[in-house]
Structures are given as C-alpha cells and as structure tokens.
C-alpha cells in the first residue's frame, strides 16, 4: 500500500507533461513546488536545526584541533594534540571520575528520594495539594538563591547546620563542609540533590496516578500485602518512567555547571572538578580554548555513549 | 462453596458535597452454588455491594456472612473469594501464566501443585497456547477468559463478577454468557454476579435481585421477576422493548373495578380487584400481550400506527391511543403502515396494574 503513493505521485506529473504538450503550459515554479513540496516546507526547521546545533557543534570540534589563547587569538592548527594532552593528564582523569560520581550519586538520589516523596504524596490527607505545591520549591528557585542559601546553611562560622549540630551535641566542634575534600563532595552532591529531585517526584506522581486502581484491588484479593503491591504493582508501572527519568537526569547533571562552580569552584584540592568546571578553567581561566573544547567534544561523545548503551538496552528489553 | 448472607447492609459515601446513600438496608441469603445476579441502572449500587462483599470496601454498617460466620472485617485476601474485574485488571507486565499463578504464589502453594493447577486452568478456558503472553498481546475476550482462570485458579468459595461482558462485542458476548453459564455448571461455585443488561441476568442466573437508587427492589426467579414485577421500576426495567405503561385511575362501577384513562377502560380481574384499592395507578403490559384484532370485536381499543420497526423475527410498532404511545410486538409477517387504524385487545389474564405512578408504585395482585 505504501508504495502506491510515489508511484501515484509519478504518474500525475506525468499526465502533467501530456498536458503541457497539449498546450496548458506550466509555470516552472508550480513544477518546482509540485516536485519538492516536500523538502520545502521541510527546509525553515531544517535550517533552523543546522544553525542552532549542528553548526555550534561542529564549530566547538573544529576549535578542539587548535591551539587559541589570547596571545593567538587565530588559533595555530595542532591536530589531535589537544586529545593527546587530554589523555595524557592526571587531572582530566580524575575530573572524569568525579563527574562520573558526581552524576551517579545526585541521579540516584534524586531517583530514590523523588520517589519516595512522589509515593507520599500521592496518599490522601489534609493539606496535600499545599504540599504538593511547596515540594516544587526547590526546582522553581533561581540557582543562584539556592547557592546562597546552602552557603549559608554549610557556613562553619554561623551556618544554621553546624549551630544544630553542636547545640544538640552530634559534633564537639564545627565542620567546614565545604572546605574539607570528603565533606565538600557529598554536600555538594545534597545540594545536587535537593534542587532536582522536584523534577522526579512530579513525573513519578503523574505516572503514579494513571496507575489503574483495580490492578492494586485485584492484588489484595489475590492475597498480597502492601509491600508486594509496591514491588509487583507500582515498580513495574514506574519503571519505563524512572528509565527515562535516568536518562534525562544523568545527561544533565552530568554537564551540570553551575551547582558545583558556584558552591566549591571544583575545590578543595580538586576534590570537586568535574568535566564541566575543568573546561571552564581551561577555556576561561587559562585561556586555551582549544583544550576546553576538545574536554567538551569528549564529555559530548561520553553521553552519547551512554544514550546508544541506553537505547540498546531498551530495544532488548522491547523485543 | 459458601452460603452468603448480607445483613442489613447499608453504605454512605461522604465527601465535601455531601452524602451519597449508595446502599440502604440490603439483605439478602444466598445459597450455596447458587448463581444470582444484581441488576439495575448505573449508579444503583451493584459495584458497592459487590465490593462489600470483597472487601474492599467496608459497610458503614451491617455484616456479610459467609457460611454463618461474620467476615464484614476481614481483609480480601482472607475471604476466600476471587474476583473478576470489568477491565479484567490483568497485571500489564506479567505473562498471562503469571497472571494465572499470581495469587497462589502470594499464598505460598508449593511450586508444582501451582503448575499443576495452571495446566488445569488453561485446559478448561482453552487458553494454554496463551500462556506465554503479555495481556496487551491478547484479545477482549482472551482477556476476559484470563481473567476468569486468575478468578478460578484458586477455587473460591465465592466468585464475584462485576460486568466481566460489557468490554466485549455484541456476539462475543453471547458466546462468553454461555461459557459462563457451562462454567457455572462444571464448577457449582457460589457466583454473585453484577450486570445492568437484564438478558444477561434473565439467562445466566438462578435468582436476579433487581435495584434502584441503592434500594432492593425485588429478588425472584428470571420468571418471577419478568412475569410478576413487584413495583413498577422492576416492571419497566425487565424486558426488552420495555412494559407501556398508562397512568390512569381505578374505580368501582357496577359492582365491578374498572381501570381508566383517557380512551381506555378496562375491568380489573378479580384478583386484584379483591384488594379494593382505587384512586390513582398504572397499568402496564408487556408489547408481546397486546394483540391486534379484527375491527368490532368487543372490549377492542381503536388506535393508529405511528411508526413500524423491523428487528429481525419480530417487529416493533409503536402506536398511538388517545395520547398514550404503546409499542406492540408481533411476528416479522405483520405489516402495519404508518396512519394506519388498528383495533388493539389486551390479554385480561397479563395486565399488570400498579397503585400509583411513581417508580415505587407497587403492583396490585
Ligand atoms: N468511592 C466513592 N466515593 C463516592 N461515591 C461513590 C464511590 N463509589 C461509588 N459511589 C457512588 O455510589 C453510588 C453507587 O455506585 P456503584 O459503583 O455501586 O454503582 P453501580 O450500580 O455499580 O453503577 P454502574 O452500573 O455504573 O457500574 C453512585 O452514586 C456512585 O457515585
Ligand atoms: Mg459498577
């Protein structure tokens, strides 16, 4: 069936020729329309498409070949050196590592926590739509204010945290948590967390509430209890919607930028320099634009690495 | 196998509007093995009180007792009941021997008996080439079938079925209402059934429970309830095209008690006339007890065809009788043009006459 439209097609625009010989002339512009209608109503979005992504991107791997800093604002053709001195250096390795920590820990969190709370609120009791409400603040706060209010908290001279924590006698002294290489870590990581985690509980309610009622009746009458509803009901109803949640988290917090940078810098002692901030530090601390390029061109083939990994697994799962 | 008895069963849904009375005062015995179905229009509570007698809803009061024994406070899974759902409610994600076996894992039935019992199952609703299977993968009535083994599998005292048919086509659904009805015969299991299509209730069940607005309007037969309607909701409800129903008066007159209304008289037989009452009421005949008769003939009622519809075997004649509208049912071979004159007789023996004419007017015998 499908090939009987081409094939249609073609026979129209040849009766159009019989005609012409006819004497109906036609316009060279209605045959041009006629032909590739098509492609030009497909051309706006296309372009669109080239210029707002292909041509940046291509244009950040062109960079990664050259050498740019102030001093040579040209850029001197370098090949794949900037690659070799990537590879070749002990920091980008460790930023990889931490990026990679970085991006497991706050989706995992974020995954498990959203969840939690998505699964709470989606119980009846006085007040939850308030609730409902005031568990998005978080994500809908500037990062910015976010910042300084976790600065604040972590703050080790009158941060509200280490005053807790002393009065009720958990700590004899006050714990600089941004300034020691363990601690800064993970509370980066918590503020990772508590920022995004909104976003997963808001997908996993949506998701949690088209779930059909008597799915979860039939199983009490089949004789399971709640926790096997959770586990034989609800996990499985969820679970093409955490896949995607994964998906989507990772790719983001993995190039996430801001949380870390404006929160440690990457530090201390580069307990906290990802993928993101070592570029920044060498596109616009160092000024080698063509290293941080090619940083960013392998944090890119990274995640697509990580997407076809995802997709492959999905198409198994399908079949 | 169980004996069911609902006692004074009653349910109040509150919620920020207001109270809605979905059930009031229901009693009722079932025997075991016995087949009852409870009919009525949407909304009258045929899902709560199935759902009481599940358990997953609780009665704001009264008791659901199976074999004599109060259960109204047990959890489902403790009632030995099953239950199958109108959209059949199959577990999306498992295979169709999952769904099967689900339930009797949860209750710890050793491995090989549970297979066992799967090969039973899928022998009897012929659904073992499915086994395999996602629901999604099956059709309505594979599901439905499905369903019903998940239900059977794990040989219930009580078997409740909330409107299993009406996802399924016309001709399926004649097709699965008699597998049912051999199902019922094979198994001899107590089944409470939940419909509102009245010909699925009249050829499936033992006893029908017929009920309006959360209120018990009538138990019997499939015959006791089609032929001897207790109020004029039940009459109207059973039987397709439905009773015509005229409202009019009773009076005595010459010893006799007549019914009339505008164009109408009729004698009431005596029986129900010995009750003596008079004053307003209904009477009502199924379209199958008005005959046409020759013209002249004594006690015929003049009236004229307004419209004729051919449904397969018979035929539907809506007719006009002194602003009354009566449909008449009669053979396909009975044509009447519309305008026609016809003279209509009332079979005497299977009028029906109701005191009043609300819903609840009750049936005069
Ligand atoms: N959870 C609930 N909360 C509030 N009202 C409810 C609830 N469940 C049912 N009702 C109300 O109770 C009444 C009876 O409902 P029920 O589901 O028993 O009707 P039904 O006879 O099964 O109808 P149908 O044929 O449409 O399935 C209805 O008025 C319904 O709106
Ligand atoms: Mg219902």
Redesign the interface.
């Known amino acids: 069936m499908a090939s009987d439209t081409p094939q249609g097609a073609v026979r129209t625009f040849e009766d159009g020729a019989v005609r012409e010989r006819a004497g109906a002339a036609r316009t060279l512009a209605s045959t041009l329309l006629d032909r590739h209608l098509g492609i030009i109503l497909l051309l706006p979005s296309a372009l669109t498409f080239l210029v707002l992504l292909v041509f940046p991107l291509a244009y950040g791997i062109y960079t990664s070949f050259f050498e740019r800093h102030v001093l040579d604002p040209e850029g001197t053709w370098v090949g794949l050196g900037n690659y070799v001195w990537l590879f070749t250096n002990p920091n980008f390795w460790h930023s990889l590592l931490i990026s990679t920590f970085w991006a497991g820990a706050t989706v995992g969190l974020q995954i498990v926590l959203g969840t939690a709370v998505a699964l709470l609120l989606h119980q009846s009791f006085q007040g939850r739509s308030l609730v409902r409400g005031l568990v998005l603040f978080p994500y809908m706060m500037p990062v910015v204010s976010v910042i300084l209010v976790w600065m604040l908290l972590y703050n080790a001279l009158y941060g509200v945290i280490n005053y807790v924590l002393v009065q009720t006698g958990i700590v004899s002294r006050p714990i600089a948590w941004l300034s020691q290489p363990d601690s800064a870590f993970w509370s980066v990581v918590f503020v990772g967390v508590w920022k995004y985690f909104p976003f997963v509980v808001v997908i996993v309610l949506a998701r949690l509430q088209v779930i ?1 009622q ?2 979860y ?8 209890g709640p926790i ?1 509803r959770f586990f ?2 609800t996990l ?2 969820l ?1 093409d919607v955490l896949l995607v949640v994964a998906l989507l988290r990772t790719i983001f917090m993995f190039n996430n930028f801001e949380i870390v940078f404006l929160l440690t810098g990457g530090g201390p002692l580069r307990a906290t320099m990802t993928l993101p901030i070592l570029v920044y530090e060498q596109a616009f601390g160092v000024y080698e634009l063509g290293r941080g390029s090619a940083i960013a061109v392998v944090m890119f083939f990274i995640l697509i690495a990580v997407m076809s990994v995802y997709f492959a697994f999905l198409r198994k799962e399908n079949d | 196998m169980a004996t069911v008895r609902l006692d004074r069963l009653h349910k109040e849904f509150r919620s920020i509007g207001g109270a809605v009375h979905a059930l009031r005062d229901l009693t009722l015995d079932i025997a075991d093995g016995e087949f009852v179905s409870l009919v009525g229009p949407s909304g009258c509570g045929k899902s709560t009180a199935l759902r009481i007698i599940a358990g997953l809803e609780t009665p704001t009061s009264g008791r659901v007792l199976f074999d004599g024994q109060d259960i109204t406070g047990l959890e489902p899974r403790d009632r030995n009941i099953a239950m199958v759902f109108q959209s059949y409610a199959l577990y999306p994600h498992m295979s169709v021997r999952q769904n099967l076996e689900y339930g009797l894992r949860k209750r710890g039935v050793p491995r090989e008996e549970r297979e066992r019992k799967v090969a039973a199952i899928g022998a009897m609703l012929q659904i073992t080439p499915l086994f395999d299977r996602r629901p999604r993968q099956l059709s309505g009535g594979q599901r439905q079938r499905v369903a019903l083994g998940r239900a059977l599998i794990r040989d219930p005292a009580v078997f409740l079925l909330d409107e299993p048919l009406s996802n399924l086509d016309a001709k399926l659904r004649v097709h699965m209402r008699a597998e049912l009805a051999a199902l019922h015969q094979k198994v001899r299991t107590t089944m409470i059934y939940v419909t509102h299509d009245q010909l699925e209730a009249m050829t499936l069940s033992d006893r029908i429970i017929v009920m309006n607005h959360g209120v018990m309007q009538q138990v019997g037969t499939p015959e006791e309830v089609y032929s001897r309607p207790a109020n004029r909701f039940v009459a109207e409800f059973i039987g397709t095209p439905s009773m015509n129903m005229i409202e009019g008066t009773l009076r005595p007159e010459g010893g006799r008690l007549l019914f009339s209304a505008p164009g109408i008289t009729v004698p009431v037989p005596p029986a129900a006339a010995r009750q003596g009452t008079t004053g307003q009421a209904t009477l009502g005949i199924r379209p199958e007890d008005i005959s046409l008769v020759p013209p002249g003939t004594p006690g015929a009622i003049p009236a004229q065809v307004t419209v004729s519809e051919l449904a397969g075997a018979e035929r539907f004649h809506f007719i006009a009788l002194n602003g009354h509208s009566v449909i008449v049912r009669t053979p396909a071979a009975t044509v009447l043009h519309p305008g026609e004159t016809v003279a209509l007789g009332l079979d005497p023996e299977r009028l029906h006459l109701f005191s009043g004419a609300g819903e609840d007017a009750a049936a005069i015998r």
């Open positions: 059909p008597d799915l009746e039939a199983a009490r009458i089949d004789g399971a096997a034989d009901i499985p109803q679970r």
